[in-house]
């Protein structure tokens, strides 16, 4: 039997989260994808990786399943693997594993199991900063959201996302550097590089991977789920390998009938009736989203914001649109520009299509949005004044 050569870089894997927002009734790291659990995906990641220890910090009472999780993963490679139990922070945790780091390692990653799905290429990354004598190391991608900075419920401004970055794992520490640290904390913080960074080190970053995000609610596992299904593997095979701009449509009808005042456009309409729905009845909003997740790939606004969710009921297009635009980000797209049509008798859209076009731009991040409007001469539901409808077309280009 041949014996693996001894690595100079650790990863921790920490696995001993409970998965509380989950709701798997259990934790997290052992709820299944696919054949496999979260646990095992992200190991996948780590043995394809750069060579490495790998110690899994696991719940207590879960240790066994844990080594037959990275027994599985790891093949001819076991003797890299231990297991530790956690603690009751995710800093307990860490210190944890750091404490079963073999003597000779020089380099130590910190991963979140929960990033199931990272590609081995960020830890490639991470190692190589790492090795140019950077002390601490975080992946990080673009932030791709409309940030406000708000005061209970009323949105103050916006925040300038070009010197904002969304952090992920693995990240990367001098084992040294990270040994005195953690010796030398005080208080818990979010994360590793926070924690060094308040020891008094630099911390670079690396581009990260939009498949490292992190499984945290049931939308995240099931859009785990939805990137490992077969139908996935072929899409992503015969994508072209620079891929090109894509088009999508979308409509949606709502009938007069509703409570309140309408909502169309983004826009509130004070003295027109209302239109029916699960949320606010906005066409406009509602044809947009249909036609960015069709041009995205995505499904559709069912899909996302059905009636089954009731967050979304009456919400508001601001809602829709800005989660549309994370959805869009999170699959490597943005917003080109949408143009939309209203067919209807009422509102008259003339007087405040500027606003309705800020509105809704505004929403999506500033990419250009067209409103126009017309009637159909008297035909049809929305020529007789019963509803509303509005047709969608968007397009999307790769991030």
Do not use: C
């Not at 975080?138 to 103050?156: E, I, Q, S």
């Not at 894509?246 to 409570?259: L, Q, Y």
């Amino acid at each position: 039997m041949s014996i693996t050569p001894v690595p100079r870089t650790a990863v921790i894997v920490v696995a001993a989260g409970s998965g509380t927002r989950l709701g798997a009734g259990g934790p997290k790291a052992f709820v299944g994808i696919d054949e496999h659990t979260v646990l095992r995906h992200a190991l996948d990641g780590v043995f394809a990786g750069p060579l490495a220890q790998v110690v899994v910090v696991a719940p207590a009472g879960r240790e066994g399943d844990a080594l037959t999780e990275a027994y599985a993963a790891a093949g001819d490679a076991r003797d890299l693997v231990s297991v530790v139990v956690g603690g009751d922070t995710r800093q307990a945790s860490v210190a944890a594993g750091l404490a079963a780091v073999w003597a000779d390692v020089r380099y130590v990653l910190v991963h979140d199991a929960a990033r199931a799905l990272t590609p081995p290429a960020v830890f490639a990354r991470v190692i190589e900063a790492l090795e140019a004598d950077n002390p601490a190391v975080v992946p990080v991608v673009p932030v791709v959201d409309t940030l406000k900075r708000v005061d209970g419920h009323v949105a103050l401004a916006a925040v300038d996302r070009s010197e904002l970055a969304a952090a992920q794992t693995p990240q990367g520490f001098s084992r040294v550097d990270l040994e005195a640290a953690y010796a030398a904390a005080s208080e818990e913080f979010t994360d590793d590089a926070a924690l060094m960074a308040d020891a008094g080190h630099a911390v670079v970053v690396v581009p990260g991977d939009r498949a490292a995000f992190k499984i945290t609610t049931p939308d995240d596992l099931e859009r785990a789920r939805a990137l490992l299904a077969p139908e996935a593997h072929t899409r992503v095979a015969i994508e072209q390998p620079h891929p090109l701009p894509r088009v999508g449509v979308g409509t949606d009808v709502h009938a007069f009938g509703g409570e309140g005042d309408l909502w169309l456009a983004g826009l509130s309409w004070p003295g027109e009736p209302a239109l029916s729905g699960h949320s606010d009845g906005d066409a406009v909003s509602h044809a947009i989203v249909d036609a960015l997740l069709a041009a995205a790939g995505l499904g559709d606004i069912g899909t996302h914001f059905g009636t089954d969710r009731p967050e979304y009921a009456g919400a508001h297009a601001d809602r829709f649109l800005e989660r549309t635009l994370a959805l869009l980000g999170e699959a490597g797209w943005r917003v080109g520009n949408v143009s939309v049509q209203v067919q209807a008798v009422r509102p008259r859209f003339a007087a405040r299509r500027a606003e309705a076009e800020a509105a809704l731009s505004d929403a999506l991040g500033g990419a250009p949005v067209s409103v126009s409007a017309t009637t159909t001469d008297g035909l049809g539901f929305t020529g007789r004044g019963e509803g509303v409808a509005a047709y969608a077309v968007a397009l999307v280009v790769p991030a």
